[in-house]
């Protein structure tokens, strides 16, 4: 006889395994960041999950509002390991966390910064700061401060920080944020671009005529920041499993988008091909932010509505889509080869052959370039429009953004 147990899993084991995993994604660019992953035990901040999800690639939600939605998680490894990179903390750097969770990406923080330099993170919810300190203090982090508050106000004893990170989905650069990051230092933050909950990870840094200048944004998605400095998404249901995703500044006639979908599709292909390994990533931005007289959303398809075919959005651009009235037009794709897909365009509503021709006008305009990132430059709310540098312009409570390609 022999026996049917699984073999016991060893965190150390797990912990190789996630790090070459991560590495295998072309992640890692510094040793120091992929050896902090070797050495943070995952398994003591996520205390009662099995060590094989602790370690598994992907995001462990911790904790979820009454109707379900998650509003903690320890993030997916992969993400982590980009924005720590994004970072660049160099050993003795003071640093600001924004959203403790778990703690996890503290002890992380703490690993790169050490042995002179110093860590606060803030947490809004009361029971996830006290877990965050006991967690770290488990791992024998005791050093990482964690304060309970809301992270739009930054570390509120007013400190300043040679970086500052952001691990929830933030709408703006608080006032806070734009004082306690010092000249010369970096904020990595998941910003909201575009009502519809478009967001990139930017790493701005902190120039001394008083701006922030990214030009590294990486895609992500982040459960999104509460309290004061929390947004609101505007919906449009345009079937029992399928939204569309709009910003509201766009005026969208919502009257006329919701029946759009019952109008036939009309499916037109461009000839432009994208290779997987393209940097191709942010087409869905430069659709959100060119000029051409079609706002922009995002698709959002639950599988039940995929399996029934009733709508077939490219997952790469997770749902990208631009409309008109009562007519949209969103991105899918057909294989060309292994390496090698072909942009569409499915069209619903009544105004079909205008929408789609200029859709694909965009995508030709697009395809003529192909910019790799955008350039996102960052004003304090007081600049005047006219001292803007040219690009689409977003304005937020506290801060003016503008983006170029
Ligand atoms: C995705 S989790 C953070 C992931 C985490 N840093 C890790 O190590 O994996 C986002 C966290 O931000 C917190 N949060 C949301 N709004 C906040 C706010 N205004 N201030 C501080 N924390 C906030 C949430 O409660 C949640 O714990």
């Not at 009257?255 to 019952?262: E, I, R, V």
Request: net charge negative.
């Amino acid at each position: 006889m022999h026996s049917t147990d699984a073999p016991a899993l060893d965190p150390q084991q797990l912990r190789a395994a996630l790090s070459a995993k991560i590495e295998s994604l072309g992640t890692f660019r510094t040793a120091a960041v992929r050896d902090a992953f070797r050495v943070v035990p995952r398994e003591v901040f996520l205390p009662g999950v099995d060590l094989a999800t602790a370690y598994a690639p992907k995001q462990v939600v911790t904790k979820r509002a009454a109707d379900g939605t998650a509003v903690s998680s320890a993030s997916s490894p992969n993400i982590v390991a980009k924005m720590l990179e994004q970072l660049d903390v160099r050993p003795g750097h003071r640093i600001l966390e924004i959203g403790s969770a778990t703690g996890i990406n503290a002890a992380l923080l703490s690993e790169l910064t050490e042995p002179s330099g110093s860590v606060v993170t803030v947490e809004l919810d009361e029971d996830l700061a006290d877990g965050a300190r006991t967690n770290l203090a488990a791992a024998g982090y005791n050093q990482v401060q964690v304060i309970c508050g809301d992270g739009a106000l930054g570390d509120p004893s007013g400190g300043t920080f040679d970086r500052i990170i952001v691990t929830a989905g933030a709408w703006d650069i608080s006032a806070a944020w734009w004082q306690q990051l010092a000249v010369g230092g970096r904020i990595v933050v998941p910003l909201r671009l575009h009502g519809s909950g478009l967001t990139r990870s930017l790493a701005l840094d902190h120039t001394d005529n008083g701006l922030m200048i990214s030009t590294n944004a990486v895609v992500c998605g982040f459960v999104p920041m509460r309290g004061a400095s929390e947004m609101g998404e505007r919906h449009v249901r345009l079937a029992e499993d399928i939204i569309l995703k709009v910003d509201v500044d766009d005026l969208p006639d919502e009257g006329a988008l919701s029946p759009a979908l019952a109008y036939p599709a009309h499916r037109q292909w461009t000839g432009i091909e994208v290779r997987h390994n393209e940097p191709a990533a942010h087409l869905d931005l430069w659709l959100a932010t060119v000029e051409s007289g079609l706002s922009f959303g995002k698709l959002a398809v639950a599988a039940s509505a995929r399996d029934l075919g009733l709508a077939d959005p490219a997952l790469r651009w997770s749902g990208a889509a631009v409309y008109n009235g009562g007519t949209f037009a969103y991105l899918t794709v057909r294989r060309v080869d292994d390496d090698t897909d072909e942009l569409g365009i499915v069209t619903h509503g009544p105004d079909i052959n205008k929408i789609s021709g200029q859709a694909g006008d965009l995508l030709r305009r697009w395809a003529q370039d192909r910019p790799a990132q955008p350039v996102v430059t960052a004003y304090p709310s007081t600049t005047r429009v006219g001292q803007l540098q040219p690009g689409t312009y977003v304005a937020r409570p506290d801060t003016r953004l503008t983006i170029g390609w």
